[in-house]
């Protein structure tokens, strides 16, 4: 079993910053892709950013390219995302998942953190 817990949502401007982390804790000697998806009330969960074990390989939507890096730090077993020139369009609750992956697809993790919101308003 591996436990995710998602930090640092918050309320910004449009054009803001913010930078997400996600801590796993468990079974965290196996190595595990994560990734970062998002939900709005009334849609399904959208696929953000996902990176491999490694960190070699990342993979982001087309809507936040350019705009959100997703890393991370095996030895403090955390994922991160940072969110630049962030639009009100990316306001939703971001969650963390770990699976053996990369994946796109949300319904391929087995593990996912509590969420985290993030609202974008002026």
């Known amino acids: 079993q591996v436990q995710l817990v998602e930090s640092g949502g918050d309320s910004v401007q449009p054009g803001g910053s913010l930078r997400l982390s996600c801590v796993a804790s468990?079974?965290?000697?196996?190595?595990?892709?994560m990734a970062w998806f998002r939900r709005t009330p009334g849609k399904e969960r959208e696929f953000v950013a996902t990176?491999?074990?490694?960190?070699?390989?990342?993979n982001y939507a087309d809507s936040v390219k350019g705009r959100f890096t997703i890393s991370r730090d095996n030895a403090k077993n955390t994922a991160y995302l940072q969110m630049n020139a962030l639009k009100p369009e990316d306001t939703a609750v971001y969650y963390c998942?770990?699976?053996?992956?990369?994946?796109?697809?949300?319904?391929?993790?087995?593990?996912w953190g509590q969420g985290t919101q993030v609202t974008v308003s002026s």
């Open positions: 998942a770990a699976d053996s992956g990369p994946y796109r697809d949300y319904r391929l993790y087995k593990y």
């Open positions: 468990g079974r965290t000697d196996s190595r595990y892709s």
């Open positions: 990176i491999g074990w490694s960190g070699a390989v990342k």
